[in-house]
């Protein structure tokens, strides 16, 4: 089955710095790569998807590239802010017959901080 | 705006014993999951269910069942709690294309 790792465990940046993550998956089928934020004490909450249709989406601060020929995938936080302070999973999925995705593999999960 | 409540946050059991988590949703979505959460683990699904009464064995399925009877609810058994299974379980839901997948706030098991 797929699997999804993400290579930074921890990462440190000041504040108005950029954060990059990365990840890289397995399965050449995977085709919806999601990324979710976690606060502390609370569920995961998305934060910006891309599909393989695509190389670059930006929502406001935020840049997923993807590079399906590598198969990786990375999340980019620009002008960082210490609300930016979570853990961030990256995720992958097919997309099933029919046009539904199939079930999420995630990573392991990267603790961003952001210094002041 | 939806809500995925995770009944109870904390649950603390005995070892051997069978623990029910449950889960409701008002998003009126299709697809309901189960994933543990442990520490430097990521997230790894155990349950899924696609429509009422339907379940699909997720990586991690054996020591727990599942129960889809309704489409807004799901609810996970731990057949018999062991101590390296104290985790954060998290229950989600998305819709049949799964464009987005929304969370529970988890439940913390700990087993004594």
């Known amino acids: 089955g797929e699997k999804v790792e993400q290579h930074e465990s921890t990462l440190s940046v000041r504040e108005g710095d950029s954060a990059v993550i990365n990840c890289t998956y397995t399965d050449t089928a995977s085709s919806y790569f999601p990324w979710y934020k976690q606060e502390a004490g609370k569920g995961l909450h998305f934060v910006i998807d891309i599909r393989s249709n695509v190389d670059r989406k930006q929502s406001q601060r935020l840049i997923v590239l993807l590079d399906k020929k590598a198969k990786r995938f990375s999340l980019h936080i620009t002008a960082t802010q210490p609300e930016d302070s979570a853990i961030y999973f990256c995720?992958?999925?097919?997309?099933?017959?029919?046009?539904?995705?199939?079930?999420?593999?995630f990573g392991k999960g990267t603790k961003l901080s952001v210094k002041s | 705006g939806g809500i995925i409540t995770q009944t109870p946050k904390f649950l603390i059991g005995q070892e051997g014993q069978k623990l029910t988590l449950k889960c409701q949703q008002n998003?009126?979505?299709?697809?309901m999951y189960w994933y543990r959460q442990d520490s430097g683990k990521g997230l790894r699904l155990i349950y899924y269910s696609i429509t009422e009464n339907d379940l699909q064995k997720g990586d991690l399925s054996e020591g727990y069942d599942a129960s889809r009877e309704k489409k807004s609810s799901f609810s996970l058994t731990v057949t018999s709690a062991q101590k390296n299974e104290m985790a954060v379980f998290l229950c989600a839901s998305s819709t049949d294309r799964g464009r987005e997948v929304f969370f529970g706030k988890g439940t913390r098991l700990t087993v004594v």
């Open positions: 998003f009126n979505h299709d697809t």
């Open positions: 995720a992958a999925s097919m997309r099933r017959s029919g046009g539904s995705n199939a079930k999420l593999t």
